[in-house]
């Protein structure tokens, strides 16, 4: 049994993930589209610490909020007029991409409320992810460590870099 | 009441929706990408949520959502670059303009 503070949050979140998202994809201003999607990785957040993740709403916020966002706006603001709207579509790309978003939810709903024994699983309560745990993963080399992948992304991360100065930079 | 598994895949499942409509109606290639974020969003939440109520004493999902927030970070840097660079040398951002790489 949740308590109904915890009921009351989660049904914000899921309102303000399902609006903001619709938001985000038929907004015309495209400033304002990246201000709704800067809501919905909020809320994403919100999502990660009601599940008891507080390490990844943490890097959600720091990652997505604080860095992809600012990238957003500052690429936006370099290639477009902010006041600008964009075209109206024509009905023909707008029916194409109803038609497979709504085929694609569907489908999945379809076989999410048809195979789900398991969905009405009640959420269990021992769950510990304290920081020593994961900090201990991401740098052990046992069964369930993650060095090997931890490396790898420093190396992803690095030739990000020198590939985003490259592709960039004033010739 | 309770909160099922269920009530946290069907937001994600029409996130994933609106990233796909997005993705296939925009035609500036920044709005593009941000309905790519919303995919990729969208598939985290997933993985956070079977970890949690499936097993909850391991955390795979969480591992892979943290790699997944990662690479997404790089990915998005990378396609911002490369769409100022693209801005640069033609001064458009609009899809259907961008024909000249097309064979």
């Not at chain 1, 994809?25 to 990660?48: C, D, E, N, P, W």
């Not at chain 1, 993740?53 to 957003?72: D, H, N, P, T």
Request: charged share 15%; with cysteine; proline share 2%.
């Amino acid at each position: 049994m949740d308590s109904v503070g915890n009921i009351l949050m989660y049904f914000i979140i899921a309102l303000a993930i399902i609006v903001f998202s619709v938001l985000t994809v038929t907004s015309r201003k495209i400033l304002r589209s990246a201000t709704y999607l800067l809501f919905v990785l909020f809320a994403t957040a919100g999502i990660y610490f009601q599940l008891g993740y507080e390490f990844l709403g943490a890097v959600q916020i720091a990652v997505y909020a604080g860095g992809i966002m600012v990238l957003f706006v500052f690429s936006i603001l370099l290639t477009s007029r902010p006041g600008n709207n964009s075209e109206p579509l024509t009905t023909h790309k707008k029916w194409m991409g109803i038609s497979a978003a709504v085929a694609g939810v569907a489908l999945s709903g379809y076989s999410l409320l048809s195979y789900g024994a398991f969905l009405g699983r009640e959420m269990s309560s021992n769950l510990n992810v304290d920081i020593t745990r994961i900090g201990h993963a991401l740098l052990s080399t046992d069964k369930w460590g993650y060095l090997l992948p931890f490396e790898a992304i420093s190396i992803l991360l690095l030739a990000c870099i020198i590939g985003g100065v490259v592709i960039a930079r004033k010739r | 009441m309770e909160i099922t598994m269920l009530m946290y895949l069907i937001p994600s499942l029409i996130m994933f929706g609106c990233g796909v409509y997005g993705f296939i109606t925009r035609k500036n290639m920044i709005a593009i990408l941000i309905s790519l974020e919303l995919m990729l969003n969208s598939v985290d939440i997933n993985f956070t949520v079977f970890n949690r109520y499936l097993f909850p004493g391991q955390m795979e999902g969480m591992m892979f959502t943290l790699f997944a927030i990662g690479i997404a970070a790089a990915e998005t840097a990378l396609a911002i670059a490369i769409v100022i660079n693209v801005f640069r040398a033609v001064k458009k951002v609009d899809i259907r303009e961008l024909t000249k790489m097309k064979f």
